[in-house]
């Protein structure tokens, strides 16, 4: 959905802009994670009991933690026309010593196997290390998630562990495994040219 330049990006490439999440967005944001329904349930937490990830109180509560200390989320949209294709999160933002986030991210069901993610994530990336001046970015995937599994590898992750019943996914304790960048490692990423 075209927006007449609107959106107030925090990072720009060629494919994909990621900016914060606006009241005006809600319509858009829940129907493309209402299309992803299926794509998405098996690698998501349930929500709390009496919620849904799918309503109004979803969108609130994304719209309240989009730009805080502790959280960063952004909206991966398309730059030809500047309409959501997915999200991609920093929370559980950690300053002092550990100066360390910890990294989610989804592209809608309509939207994956273009690229977008990927480029979303790479956004996020330099966000992390530059304007935001975290030494640290993790993300922790089920071993099943094939296409995040590629995602990761993909943007320079490194693999760093496992950590079994890591998080409750659809009712359920899940192993993950567990990756992660420093701010070396994206410098040395950079240095080769595959940060856009």
Excluded at 26 to 41: P, Q
Excluded at 132 to 152: D, G
Excluded at 168 to 177: S, V
Aim: glycine fraction near 10%.
């Amino acid at each position: 959905m075209r927006r007449g330049g609107r959106a107030a990006a925090v990072e720009r490439g060629g494919l994909v802009f990621i900016r914060h999440v606006r009241r005006d967005d809600e319509k858009e944001l829940l129907a493309l994670k209402r299309a992803s329904r299926e794509l998405h349930e098996p690698w998501e937490p349930a929500p709390p009991p009496g919620q849904s990830w799918y309503g109004p109180r979803a969108f609130k509560r994304m719209l309240e933690t989009t730009d805080t200390p502790a959280s960063k989320r952004y909206l991966i949209c398309r730059s030809d026309n500047e309409s959501v294709v997915g999200v991609v999160t920093l929370s559980q933002i950690f300053r002092g010593p550990f100066d360390n986030a910890i990294m989610g991210y989804w592209t809608g069901a309509p939207c994956v196997r273009k690229g977008y993610g990927a480029a979303g994530v790479r956004l996020c990336l330099a966000r992390a290390f530059g304007a935001l001046k975290l030494h640290r970015v993790e993300a922790n995937v089920m071993p099943t998630n094939l296409a995040s599994l590629a995602l990761v590898r993909r943007v320079g992750f490194r693999e760093e562990g496992y950590s079994p019943k890591y998080l409750q996914i659809a009712g359920r304790w899940e192993d993950h495994t567990r990756w992660a960048l420093t701010i070396d490692d994206w410098r040395a990423i950079r240095a080769r040219g595959g940060t856009r």
